[in-house]
């Protein structure tokens, strides 16, 4: 049985790993997260007693604690997904984002290779410390064309410049210390137990309140869109069969227009929640300033993963935004006590 430490564990993508990873058996998963905002243990109520969990609550650049933790539990691996991730409050507040990403992944990546230095040979071997990334660290595409992990970097929002340089940091204790570092770089993600911050569950929840439905500038903005149990099945092929040094781009190959994605919603909730006198949510969209710095296309070329290590996403858009906005309907107490904080759907980032 192999022990992950997941740092960020009660975050959107982190929780779902934690729970799946669970699932499938033959893990022992420690959680470490410092519970900001996004981070929300309803998320993890179905593993909390769960004989191979453990949480512990911290902060990933506090080198005393992750010591203390390492040396407690004895991970194999590390896998990384704390992060600040929203692009409109790296707007609003930009330090914050240099503070986590950057300077807690550096701290992160010293004391797993103080740990991983100490190791006996044959756990040293094994040893991986796995970054969770992003492609927007890519900048913007034009019409054509698709990232791969050859792609030069090109940031223009400060959530993308500041998991941009993590990449580097991680990047660099590789090539410098040895350390056994594997990075992904994903598309955008979706599905259960995401903040409502970000433009799926905000459509959601605002659709099904028959309150406004704002889309930035034009709509005509394209994502690639991965559903989150592919990405965590990816994540864990990475980290069964990656190679040492290598960076593997994830993608859902489903591009889709920020407006059909808003479309899409309306017509599957229309379905399931027709609003009182037959009228269709798709009235609702209205069209708001564009986002500063807003990237106009990002697409993965997942060919990499897809080639060498044996894995393609298993949803399409159209199955996979079905199964979210079914599990949005079904938990809706899930979503009531994240909203009751201090997050209540309005914009941000609008500097």
Not at 127 to 146: A, M
Not at 151 to 171: C, E, F, I, M, Q
């Amino acid at each position: 049985m192999k022990s992950l430490l997941v740092t960020g564990g009660a975050g959107f993508v982190g929780g779902n790993f934690i729970i799946d990873v669970l699932s499938l058996g033959g893990h022992k998963v420690i959680n470490l997260d410092k519970l900001t905002y996004a981070g929300n243990l309803d998320t993890l109520a179905s593993v909390a007693k769960h004989p191979e969990y453990a949480f512990v609550v911290g902060d990933i650049g506090d080198k005393r604690l992750l010591a203390r933790v390492l040396a407690e539990h004895k991970p194999d691996a590390i896998v990384n997904f704390a992060a600040e991730s929203h692009v409109d409050r790296s707007i609003d507040g930009p330090s914050e984002f240099v503070q986590t990403n950057v300077v807690g992944t550096l701290g992160l990546l010293e004391s797993a290779l103080t740990y991983w230095r100490a190791l006996p040979p044959e756990r040293r071997e094994i040893f991986r410390f796995l970054h969770v990334s992003t492609d927007e660290v890519y900048g913007s595409l034009g019409p054509v064309g698709r990232f791969t992990e050859e792609t030069a970097y090109a940031p223009n929002s400060p959530y993308s410049a500041s998991k941009a340089a993590s990449d580097h940091l991680v990047r660099a204790f590789h090539h410098t210390y040895g350390l056994p570092t594997l990075t992904t770089n994903c598309s955008n993600n979706y599905g259960p137990y995401q903040f409502p911050e970000k433009l799926i569950p905000l459509m959601i929840h605002k659709a099904l309140l028959g309150e406004a439905l704002p889309v930035y500038g034009d709509g005509r903005n394209v994502r690639d869109w991965l559903y989150v149990l592919d990405h965590c099945r990816a994540i864990q092929r990475v980290l069964q069969l990656g190679q040492v040094g290598e960076v593997y781009n994830i993608g859902g190959d489903a591009e889709r227009e920020n407006i059909h994605v808003v479309q899409t919603i309306c017509k599957l909730i229309d379905e399931r929640r027709p609003l009182d006198g037959g009228r269709r949510r798709e009235s609702l969209i209205s069209y708001v300033k564009d986002r500063p710095g807003h990237d106009r296309r990002y697409a993965i070329d997942a060919g990499k993963i897809r080639n060498t290590l044996g894995w393609r996403p298993s949803e399409t858009f159209e199955s996979g935004i079905a199964r979210t906005v079914d599990w949005y309907l079904a938990n809706q107490t899930w979503c009531q006590r994240v909203l009751d904080g201090s997050y209540r759907g309005e914009r941000l980032g609008v500097a």
